[in-house]
């Protein structure tokens, strides 16, 4: 009889392990301040024993939107001393939806193991009626569990489908296929009959990729995402640099399109040597590193969500402040 492979949980809180008022509690549950007790989600699922022997590891379990650049440095180190030896076949991490793609694109950046890291949340809270936590759960665990997910990347399991940590996002509040990723698809599927079905294999995802180097580091350079809209002045751009900001992600209108206003206060951002980067606001589609922005000093975001582009930034701010191999790194990842 083949043994099972190992699989380490990491819990740092979310939907996935609250406990609302009501059955009908689908939004404000996380009010309550109720999780479920330390072991509680795994034995909820007993069925993931079938594909893995599952191992909670310790961390802290709180609302995504409480994390900070310091969790993110700890949770790095923790899966990558889990995944140095040969006693893990893969790591799941449980996680708030609101800021998940957020934690494992920084997690894909920084990771250097080919092992199977695999983020996974919850729309609906185990207490909601018809929770989807169980089953996400279940196959992340059969995803981290599958020899076929080594060498993506970290990914993200949801509603039975495989993301690329680069590509996904959530694109609505309370929907259970919330993630998706809108440029380019999904890289496969958890299916029906508990097989794990990859069908792509993102080309910026691949073993070779830059990896950004955490030894020595408690924390990232301040980055920070000015959003554009109809009027806006540049006093938010502006505030950011007294702020002592490094970076500034410009989540431009439409194809990356400040106002000018904003332009003339990205320009003195740059001048004061802060690295601007332009994307856009839509939520899909790619900004291309235009002749004007080249002349201006300014990074182009590539297919990158605002957000992403920030956490990107900051990694690529450890590294150099040239705009040209700032943008190497976002041509490349």
Not at 42 to 67: H, I, N, W, Y
Not at 155 to 168: E, K, P, Q
């Amino acid at each position: 009889m083949t043994a099972r492979p190992r699989v380490a949980l990491i819990q740092t809180g979310g939907t996935i392990d609250s406990v609302g008022a009501s059955r009908l509690d689908l939004a404000w549950y996380y009010e309550t301040g109720e999780r479920l007790p330390d072991g509680g989600l795994v034995a909820s699922v007993p069925e993931s024993g079938e594909f893995a022997a599952v191992e909670e590891k310790p961390f802290r379990r709180l609302s995504s939107s409480a994390l900070t650049i310091r969790d993110w440095l700890e949770l790095a180190r923790t899966v990558e001393a889990l995944l140095a030896g040969d006693d893990y076949a893969g790591v799941v991490l449980t996680h708030g939806t609101n800021t998940l793609e957020e934690t494992a694109y920084f997690l894909h950046l920084a990771l250097r193991s080919p092992k199977p890291v695999v983020l996974v949340g919850a729309i609906r809270p185990p207490s909601a009626l018809s929770p989807d936590g169980p089953l996400n759960l279940l196959r992340a665990v059969q995803v981290a569990a599958s020899p076929q997910a080594r060498g993506h990347g970290v990914l993200v399991v949801a509603n039975d489908t495989i993301h690329s940590a680069r590509d996904v996002t959530k694109t609505a509040p309370f929907r259970v296929q919330a993630f998706q990723a809108p440029d380019l698809g999904p890289l496969g599927y958890a299916d029906a009959d508990g097989r794990v079905v990859f069908y792509h294999r993102h080309l910026r995802a691949g073993p070779d990729r830059p990896r950004f180097d955490l030894a020595g580091l408690d924390d990232l350079p301040r980055v920070d995402v000015v959003a554009s809209y109809v009027g806006a002045d540049g006093a938010l751009v502006d505030a950011a640099v007294a702020a002592g900001t490094r970076g500034i992600v410009s989540a431009g209108t439409g194809g990356g399109r400040p106002t000018p206003a904003e332009d003339a206060a990205l320009d003195r951002a740059a001048a004061a040597g802060v690295v601007v980067c332009q994307s856009s606001r839509v939520g899909s589609g790619r900004i291309p590193p235009s002749p004007s922005l080249r002349a201006r000093g300014a990074v182009a975001a590539d297919s990158l969500q605002p957000w992403k582009a920030k956490v990107l930034l900051a990694l690529a701010l450890t590294r150099t402040t040239d705009p040209d191999a700032v943008q190497d790194l976002f041509d490349r990842l």
